[in-house]
């Protein structure tokens, strides 16, 4: 630990600190643009400059260093005991000097130059930096009465646009492209205040090189200004009118912390929010941009029954009696129950719960394999398995006997007269064994979101609900437990999958009364090996690792 | 009348001098077989400290300093020979190149010995090919007479040059940008620390050195440090008591150019007055100087009445300019200094390379700034002070006492100094080229006032007469605060 005087505060820092990170830990705000934890510091934007104060030998005395320090690239160490200043400190710098006040306003100064201030139309307005720094730090007008450059716009690839215009030049893109996606189709073109973002252009027989890999979203995210757009967002909202909510992404087993915007007709955009284990600061795109089947106007409202061939709507107290008088004729040696990968591990386990407490059937099946491709990049990587939960999912439905998967499972499947099962991934085709193994089957019970390859097969269909719309956890391939939370309402009429479980519970006389998923995951870590910690309110935003 | 001392110089308009056996024939490579049969490596780098050697590119830094830097347990070490020379007014190096190569390899060579490096990058100008051709040449005879390449003369050292031309960027003459470019990035100069020294091409530790510094290699060497150092002024440094010695030796390749008879190169000792080395020139073309740069664009330019200021690193620092490259360009009465700053400040905001705010935006701004009083659209307002007395009507009123503000000029010196500050010598951009434009600025501005102000009345670029347009010396800030150095006894 070094010991540092902060302007007027005595703190401990760990060594190898940057002067930046050390003053947000004790929540002071040292402004900066290029500098991002995530990437390298190279310093250009010089907004971050700080006051060291060093020993002047000649003088005798602790003074001002002659020039300002970037804070980005000041490492704060633990100095040798000869060399420490006043005899205790290792560092003495300030971040609210009078000088360094003044070097801010300078360089917020230059930077507006050229900028066009369109903020009324700019996407970035609320949640730029370049306005609150500039509220916060900079001069109240400008003395700049020349020509702005105007750079065009640029279509960068399949969900990026660039406002060259508003571009500060930071370099934060294009140190993600070569760092984080190693993938490099960033660059700067042009030279001085003609300096632009580009993406390679065709020539001399190259082709043109679009900014078109799985993590370019996050160049967005990085930007700190509006220069870097979203297309799927563009001139969708304004920040301030949205929710927030910290989430998970449920686009693949890596569980990246998200936080999850929306307002009451929806989900608007997923962000990533940092954890140092996981995701530290990233996303991919197919989670980014995978969230729309939530907001689609297909999603399963009602319940469904089939009449005459036909797949009809009704309500729920039709459709949940069909189910009851089915499953309670049955016998339990012909019903399969399959919970899903896409599922919270609250949902897996009141599954369980149901089918070894009510309908004593051990024939428990994950339905979920979602094979999709693994992607590997420098500092990223996105994994193959497209589920959230599929290492939770099939804990909770173990509950000690092996889970039904696969050939095994689809060989039950194929002898069961009923089987109960919960889907939730949207778009995923069956393949033929399994096809053939659901037509066989009396009676099709179907918990899903979307009408589906699956949906189509079903007797009976009841809506059940998103990753957004609803709380509970999910486990990743690391065995990280962590909370998703509910933002928007289900569409409809549909319901928590876990309640129309509880539901059919209950009519066919069951005990199961959990009030919300906080219950059903007290349950879990009393019940499920590992889990023991894993309670809603120990995991919190950051999760908790698996014992 | 001072005399030319012709030593890097010397034999540079000998016939063939560029080929093996002609420099041969004058020394030629003798120098370097002295330093390899007669000493240690670190016996080189100690006559290089001692010998007071400062770096001809610019920054006229100790150059056995900058060799004391380096670590000596990190191998690779390279050397990186800075050929890039674009500072206007500066055009000593390619004549070296162009004329006498050999001597640049020499010089290369009892580096690369002293510092036990075996790599050699010459980063040259784009624009040289003259100069590169001249040099590849001179390096692949020296491969060929067994003076480059492994094994050099049975001693077991290896050197081996490499050139690398430029594409036409003056920041790619900073060190780091330099090493940046030489390494197949953008010309974009580094953060430092670490210096170069330190870490540099591949990140690994890097000598760079002006092509001038290095052609003196071969004559510390061979003449001795004792003869070296009767060349130039050594100045004693007043505040260390007692005063510590500041060399200042050896010859400069002064460039001279615009206003004189003669311009040219002149290889002179270092601490010659401005008006001499004038006066070495043929005298000023027209009436009277008007001013002088000293060295090369981005040094504060000298009035008429700091001709006295000696041409060397002290002196001018001291008078707050510098010796830089030693590009000396003067100019004479028909000179419009508004029109010499935009001409300047053009060239600036065109080689910013762009990567640090303040120099990024700043600089075009203050080429946009001079453009604007240049075409005659420069502001100024009159204002009154309201003052009680008896006015023009006899009536005791507001006598109005007018002042006259040009709104533009206090802008444009608040502009450059807040790109890199000219009074507090900090700056706050990534490397020094943001001190080398607002240098430029602020000192014209200063102490070319009257013309500028002239400029923004008459609405049109004006040219006053040198008296006229010089700020006297009692308010020229650098006259009043400039210390003339004292030589060591
Ligand atoms: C903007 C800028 C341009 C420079 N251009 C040159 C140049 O063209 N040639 C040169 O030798 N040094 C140039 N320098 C100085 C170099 O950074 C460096 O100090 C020099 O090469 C060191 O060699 P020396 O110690 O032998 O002078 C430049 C410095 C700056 C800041
Ligand atoms: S980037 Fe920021 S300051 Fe610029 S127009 Fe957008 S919101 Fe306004
Ligand atoms: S586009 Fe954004 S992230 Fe990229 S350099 Fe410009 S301001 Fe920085
Ligand atoms: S000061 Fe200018 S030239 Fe130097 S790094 Fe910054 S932008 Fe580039």
Not at chain 1, 430 to 454: G, H, R, W
Request: glycine share 8%; net charge negative.
């Amino acid at each position: 630990m070094a010991f540092i005087k902060l302007n007027e505060l005595e703190v401990e820092v760990e060594d190898g600190t940057n002067v930046v990170e050390a003053a947000r830990q004790h929540g002071i705000e040292v402004p900066h643009y290029c500098y991002h934890p995530g990437l390298s510091s190279p310093a250009n934007c010089r907004m971050c400059l700080v006051e060291p104060h060093v020993f002047f030998p000649p003088a005798g005395a602790i003074v001002p260093d002659r020039q300002l320090a970037t804070g980005c690239t000041t490492v704060l160490r633990t100095a040798p005991p000869d060399r420490k200043l006043d005899g205790k400190y290792d560092f003495i710098v300030y971040t609210d000097s009078p000088r360094v006040k003044k070097a801010r306003e300078d360089i917020l100064e230059f930077l507006l130059v050229h900028h066009p201030l369109d903020c009324p139309v700019c996407d970035q307005a609320g949640e730029c930096d370049l306005q609150d720094f500039s509220y916060r730090h900079g001069h109240d007008k400008s003395r700049y009465l020349e020509v702005k450059n105007v750079p065009p716009k640029k279509d960068l690839g399949p969900d990026v646009l660039l406002y060259s215009t508003r571009c500060i030049v930071c370099t934060r893109c294009i140190r993600f492209c070569q760092e984080v996606s190693g993938s490099s189709e960033l660059g700067l073109i042009h030279r001085g205040s003609h300096d632009e973002i580009d993406i390679p252009r065709a020539h001399d027989g190259m082709p043109l090189q679009l900014l078109d890999n799985k993590l370019a979203g996050n160049v967005v995210d990085i930007c700190p200004v509006g220069a870097l757009i979203s297309k799927d967002f563009l001139f969708k909202s304004r920040p301030w009118f949205m929710k927030k909510e910290s989430s998970v992404c449920a686009g693949c087993s890596v569980g990246c912390n998200i936080t999850v915007e929306y307002k009451e007709d929806g989900v608007y955009r997923l962000k990533p929010r940092f954890h140092g284990e996981i995701n530290q600061h990233w996303m991919c795109d197919d989670g980014r941009l995978g969230y729309h089947y939530v907001n689609s106007d297909d999603r399963l409202q009602l319940p469904m029954t089939r009449v005459e061939e036909e797949l009809r709507p009704t309500h729920w107290a039709d459709a949940l009696t069909q189910v009851t008088e089915k499953l309670s004729e049955a016998d339990a040696a012909e019903v399969v129950v399959i919970g899903s990968a896409q599922g919270t591990n609250e949902d897996n386990y009141v599954l369980q719960q149901f089918a070894h407490e009510v309908l004593k059937t051990e024939q428990l099946g994950l339905f979920g394999a979602l094979p999709g491709e693994e992607h590997v990049f420098p500092q990223f990587t996105i994994e193959a398995d497209k589920n959230p939960n599929t290492a939770g999912a099939r804990q909770m439905l173990s509950n000690g006997a092996p889970v039904l998967e696969g050939e095994a499972l689809w060989q039950k499947v194929s002898e069961a007269s009923i089987v109960y099962l919960v889907n939730g991934a949207p778009g995923r085709p069956l393949e033929s064994v399994e096809k053939a193994a659901l037509e066989s089957v009396d009676f099709l019970i179907v918990q899903d979101v979307l009408p589906s390859e699956v949906t189509a097969l079903a007797d009976v269909v009841l809506p059940g609900t998103t990753f957004v719309e609803k709380d509970g956890t999910f486990t990743n391939s690391k065995g990280w437990v962590q909370r998703v939370r509910k933002t928007v309402d289900a569409p409809g009429e549909a319901r928590l999958d876990w309640e129309i479980v509880q539901q059919i519970a209950k009519q066919l006389g069951g005990e199961m009364g959990y009030h919300f998923a906080g219950e059903i995951a007290i349950a879990i870590a009393e019940n499920v090996p590992g889990y023991a910690d894993a309670t809603h309110q120990n995991i919190g935003d950051s999760g908790v690792k698996l014992a | 009348m001072v005399q030319e001392k012709r030593i890097l110089y010397e034999h540079l308009d000998v016939p063939g001098i560029n080929t093996f056996d002609v420099f041969r024939q004058h020394d030629g490579y003798a120098r370097f077989e002295k330093a390899i049969a007669e000493y240690q490596p670190d016996d080189i780098a100690k006559m290089v400290m001692d010998s007071g050697l400062k770096g001809r590119g610019g920054a006229g830094f100790s150059t056995g300093l900058k060799w004391s830097f380096v670590p000596k347990d990190i191998k690779p070490c390279y050397l990186c020979c800075n050929a890039d020379e674009s500072e206007p007014g500066t055009f000593s190096n390619r004549y070296v190149l162009e004329k006498n190569p050999h001597l640049l390899i020499e010089g290369i060579l009892i580096c690369c010995y002293a510092m036990g490096i075996e790599t050699t990058y010459v980063y040259i100008r784009g624009e040289f090919t003259l100069g590169k051709k001249m040099l590849d040449a001179a390096i692949k005879e020296a491969y060929a007479k067994g003076y480059l390449g492994k094994n050099i003369r049975g001693t077991g050292l290896n050197v081996d040059i490499y050139t690398h031309p430029g594409a036409g960027a003056y920041i790619c003459g900073e060190e780091t940008g330099l090493i940046e470019s030489l390494e197949g990035k953008r010309g974009q100069p580094r953060n430092k620390p670490p210096f170069p020294a330190v870490e540099g091409v591949f990140r690994k530790p890097t000598v760079v050195q002006n092509v001038e510094t290095l052609c003196n290699l071969p004559f510390i060497v061979g003449e001795g440090v004792e003869w070296y150092t009767q060349m130039g002024p050594t100045y004693g440094d007043t505040r260390f008591d007692p005063p510590k010695p500041d060399p200042n030796t050896g010859t400069k390749l002064y460039c001279i150019s615009g206003d004189v008879n003669k311009p040219g190169v002149y290889e002179l000792e270092l601490g010659l007055t401005c008006a001499e080395l004038v006066e070495v020139a043929g005298g000023v073309r027209g009436q009277e100087v008007k001013a002088v740069i000293p060295g090369g664009s981005s040094a504060p330019i000298l009035t008429r009445y700091e001709l006295d200021t000696r041409l060397d690193f002290t002196s001018l620092t001291l008078a707050k300019s510098m010796l830089g490259s030693g590009g000396i360009i003067v100019m004479n009465e028909t000179r419009n200094i508004v029109d010499c700053l935009l001409n300047i400040m053009k060239f600036y905001a065109h080689e910013s390379c762009g990567q640090c705010t303040p120099c990024r935006w700043g600089t075009p701004w203050v080429r946009d700034i001079v453009q604007r009083i240049a075409d005659g659209n420069g502001r100024k307002s009159t204002i009154t002070r309201p003052r009680f007395g008896i006015a023009e009507n006899g009536r005791w009123g507001d006598t109005g006492e007018t002042e006259e503000i040009y709104e533009d000029l206090d802008l444009l010196e608040s502009v450059a100094n807040n790109i890199a500050n000219v009074d507090t010598m900090t700056w706050n951009t990534i490397c020094v080229f943001g001190i080398a434009v607002s240098w430029p600025a602020v000192s014209y501005l200063r102490k070319f006032r009257p013309e500028f102000e002239a400029t923004i009345r008459e609405g049109q670029l004006t040219t006053l007469s040198v008296e006229a347009a010089t700020v006297p010396p009692e308010e020229n800030y650098a006259y009043q605060q400039r210390i003339v150095p004292r030589e060591l006894e």
